[in-house]
């Protein structure tokens, strides 16, 4: 085969693949609640599972659409596992429709002429209303299968002119088991089954490959399919890990009754039910095995779903470290839990404040080095996963909480936990400001302006600043020691607030920012300051005295007084 046609087959795969991207996609943001609803509400039992998802997925013409909701229900716990199994043999059938339709059409119907129209008329309408949800994804949804069918073209040409440049034969006398091989690494590595098939289909038009040799191919497709969901249950919760392993152990067992007995099938299927086309014969194939596998699971669906409950355990991440350790028959104990508790989300919420104003901390820089941050938010990187790492671990300790009020505690540690829920609230409001901010924050970072920049860096300073020394108060044991400190680190936070009006006022006065910066620079500097303002009040609820705090707060009260007082003069 000359080089020629090898890219031609490269850049028809390579279309085909963006052009099922788009479809699927556009898919995906069509199908909505209602699709949801209609899974969810018609999938009661097995058989309904089985046929409603077989029917779900013809439509979506995605089954990676439909697994992706059954994940999402089973981890909800609104769809049991065995009938979240019999929606995956749907899926696996309904997957099929694809291999119909590209058969059908691709190889049946000249779409040649048809194609330029649909992805010129659909790629204008999708710059015409991209403002308009549904409109822009059906018009993506017509340009993926424009693109999908011009690769599609292209692969079969490709094949045709490959007939006359390349002698095949002397490779077609390999076992059938190397062919299969061959269909699970092209579909692991280019994560579509529809590909594979498409190009097997183009192979079989052109006369390349004979039937079977082309069977063996899909039939290791069919198996490769299991890759992608293998890979992307690593690390997830035990629910996706049961439906992953349930989809392997379909696909597995379809494809090793199809490869026993490829060619009985093929007799069935050419002789008792006339289809005569070799690329019917092979689709026809395709579907065959997924519902003679669908049939068979069906009588074993109840027991593999009480296996596979039984085969991972449920190690859903939760975001409280010392809470889980508590056993109820130890009421004493839930107090220094709680305490703990609290303590590490204030380490959380200083470390996702720094996180945000110093994005490329390193070990040994920043508030907390490296190993410290992995222990604070274990595997959590982005800064809003780490906001609903926070969000859920308050979640977690309301639910401790509300526990605890059942339990017979003493007057004295119930008020102390009522004063930590407090502090835990105060600290996630703080993380509630600074995570409105990040979008600003990232924004005048990475900015060619200097006024801009130069902002960010004066925040950059202060919140470093601001939160080194909070957190050495908290690793601070004397009680008056803290006071004094704390007071200090208000009367900063006062001021440095002040200061940034000043500044912005000056910025606005020789008119160096645009109207939306302006406003922009109040914001953050007013949201910088209340979650400074905050995590003070919940440090001082933590550590000091009730007497302590009291004052602490009457003396706040006063000089913010003033701050008011003085900021109305300015």
Do not use: C
Not at 209 to 232: N, R
Not at 419 to 424: Q, Y
Request: aromatic content about 10%.
């Amino acid at each position: 085969m000359d080089s020629i046609n090898i890219w031609q087959l490269l850049a028809g795969l390579s279309l085909f693949l963006y052009g099922m991207f788009h479809l699927e996609d556009a898919l995906r943001q069509l199908e909505g609640r209602s699709f949801k609803l209609f899974l969810k509400k018609h999938t009661k039992n097995k058989l309904s599972a089985i046929i409603n998802g077989t029917l779900v997925t013809g439509i979506l013409q995605s089954s990676s659409i439909v697994n992706l909701m059954v994940l999402s229900f089973v981890g909800a716990g609104m769809l049991s596992m065995r009938n979240a199994l019999g929606v995956v043999l749907g899926a696996n059938i309904g997957g099929t429709v694809n291999s119909w339709l590209v058969a059908l059409l691709g190889f049946k119907v000249d779409l040649g002429n048809a194609t330029f129209p649909i992805i010129a008329i659909a790629g204008l309408a999708m710059v015409i209303f991209k403002e308009r949800k549904n409109y822009y994804q059906v018009s993506r949804f017509l340009f993926g299968f424009g693109l999908l069918f011009m690769g599609l073209d292209y692969m079969k040409q490709s094949m045709d002119a490959a007939i006359h440049n390349f002698n095949f034969a002397p490779y077609l006398n390999y076992p059938r088991v190397i062919f299969l091989l061959i269909g699970l690494l092209i579909t692991s590595v280019i994560q579509t089954s529809a590909a594979t098939v498409v190009i097997v289909l183009s192979a079989l038009n052109a006369s390349i490959i004979p039937l079977e040799t082309a069977v063996s191919v899909i039939l290791g497709a069919e198996l490769g399919t299991t890759v992608k969901v293998a890979i992307g249950a690593i690390g997830g919760i035990a629910a996706k890990k049961r439906v992953a392993l349930g989809n392997i152990m379909f696909n597995l067992a379809s494809t090793l009754i199809g490869f026993l007995f490829l060619d009985f099938i093929i007799h069935i299927i050419s002789e008792i039910f006339g289809i005569a086309d070799s690329l019917f014969i092979l689709v026809a194939f395709q579907s065959s095995i997924n519902i003679i596998g669908a049939v068979i699971f069906y009588f074993f669906l109840n027991r593999l779903g009480d296996f596979l409950e039984k085969s991972f355990e449920d190690k859903s991440q939760r975001a409280t470290m010392y809470l889980s350790g508590y056993l109820n028959d130890v009421p004493e104990a839930a107090l220094d839990l709680f305490e703990k508790e609290v303590d590490l989300f204030i380490q959380r919420v200083i470390y996702f404040s720094d996180k945000i104003f110093n994005p490329h901390i390193v070990s040994g820089e920043g508030t907390f080095n490296e190993h410290k941050s992995t222990i604070l938010f274990k595997e959590e990187s982005n800064l809003h996963e780490m906001y609903n790492f926070l969000k859920q671990a308050e979640g977690e300790m309301l639910i401790f909480y509300n526990q605890l009020l059942q339990s017979n505690i003493s007057t004295e540690n119930l008020n102390r936990l009522n004063l930590l829920i407090n502090v835990v609230r105060s600290a996630l409001y703080a993380s509630k400001s600074l995570k409105d901010v990040i979008h600003d924050v990232n924004e005048f970072s990475n900015s060619a302006n200097e006024i801009k920049f130069n902002s960010f860096k004066e925040f950059q300073i202060e919140m470093n600043r601001f939160n080194q020394a909070l957190k050495e108060i908290t690793d601070k044991s004397d009680k008056t020691e803290i006071f004094s400190d704390l007071k200090l680190l208000m009367k900063m936070v006062n001021t440095e607030y002040k200061k940034e009006i000043l500044d912005i006022y000056d910025i606005v006065s020789k008119r160096q920012l645009s109207e939306l910066n302006i406003s922009t620079l109040f914001n953050l500097n007013r949201e910088v300051y209340d979650a400074s303002k905050l995590m003070i009040l919940a440090v001082k609820d933590f550590l000091l005295d009730e007497s302590q705090a009291a004052l602490f707060d009457g003396q706040t009260e006063v000089s913010e007084s003033s701050n008011n007082l003085q900021n109305n003069t300015d």
